[in-house]
């Protein structure tokens, strides 16, 4: 069994705020590496997804990997109300022909306005 | 617009019953997937599907079933013999590659 360790908060932020969420995982066969954001009641939205390690950014969110650490990022600036919801970590891997998704539990975060 | 539907939103099941969630997408995508979320638990895999008239178990199969009979169309039923199945069930996509998946909107069963 592959295995995400995610925090699951809940995480509460000034409206503002640098956000930090953090994923580990311990097998090295992981290749590619997604955050989905859920709102209450709905389906998770993939928001970013990288291979390699380092950064990549989108507008406010960076996803940071580091591979060599197992250990993956989303960073949020100037975090916003709207940015409240669930954040899923989710990791690729091939087997049996296919690519699998293995989540991680999920960060709730707020951010008070 | 190009996207993922489940129907219906909400379901409510008497105990001993069968029923059915409906899946369609119009992405083209050739994979198909059900997950089921409980609180505290992230998704877990109950099926999927790489192509039409072949599934395979995930993770948490005992208790459902699944058909792909369309490209577009990966119905879920659940089965009386599924012990607890008051659940979130999310439906999801994927052209395949790296195993970038989306979800469909989710359907909140209930079973009273």
């Known amino acids: 069994q592959k295995e995400v360790e995610q925090d699951p908060g809940p995480l509460s932020v000034p409206e503002g705020a640098i956000v930090s969420l953090n994923c580990t995982y311990s097998n090295s066969a992981f290749q590619y590496f997604m955050w989905y954001r859920q709102y209450s009641r709905k389906g998770p939205e993939l928001l970013m997804y990288?291979?390699?390690?380092g950064n990549k950014e989108d507008g406010r969110f960076t996803a940071q990997v580091d591979k060599s650490s197992k250990y993956i990022s989303l960073f949020i600036r100037d975090s916003q109300p709207s940015d409240s919801a669930t954040y899923l970590c989710?990791?690729?891997?091939?087997?049996?022909?296919?690519?699998?998704?293995?989540f991680g539990k999920g960060t709730k975060l707020s951010v008070i306005p | 617009d190009g996207g993922i539907t489940q129907s219906p939103k909400y379901l409510f099941r008497k105990e001993g019953q069968n029923v059915t969630l409906s899946c369609e997408q119009n992405l083209n995508h050739d994979a198909m997937y059900w997950y089921r979320q409980d609180p505290g638990q992230g998704l877990r895999l109950i099926y999927y599907?790489?192509?039409?008239?072949?599934?395979q178990k995930g993770d948490i199969a005992e208790g459902y079933s699944v058909s792909r009979e369309k490209k577009e169309s990966f119905p879920l039923t659940v089965t009386s013999a599924q012990k607890n199945p008051t659940a979130f069930y999310l439906c999801?996509?994927?052209?395949?590659?790296?195993?970038?998946?989306?979800f469909g909107p989710g359907t909140r069963l209930t079973v009273l």
């Open positions: 989710a990791m690729s891997w091939s087997g049996a022909g296919s690519y699998q998704l293995t």
């Open positions: 990288t291979y390699s390690s």
């Open positions: 599907s790489q192509i039409v008239n072949d599934f």
């Open positions: 999801a996509s994927s052209m395949g590659g790296p195993g970038l998946q989306f």
